[in-house]
């Protein structure tokens, strides 16, 4: 039962954390397309 609890708080972690980076490279996205539509 611990180990499962271990296994579901990892889990939890690494989801969080591919959420941020997927955030994350969506607003370097977004900043990039932003700033190239300022300099045309």
Known sequence: MAILVT???KAWIV????LLGIRI?????????FSNS???
Do not use: A, C, Q, R
Not at 15 to 18: A, D, R, V
Not at 25 to 33: G, L
């Open 15 to 18: 989801l969080i954390f591919i």
């Open 25 to 33: 490279d969506k607003f370097k996205i977004f900043k990039i397309s």
């Open 38 to 40: 300022t300099v045309k």
């Open 7 to 9: 296994i579901i708080n």
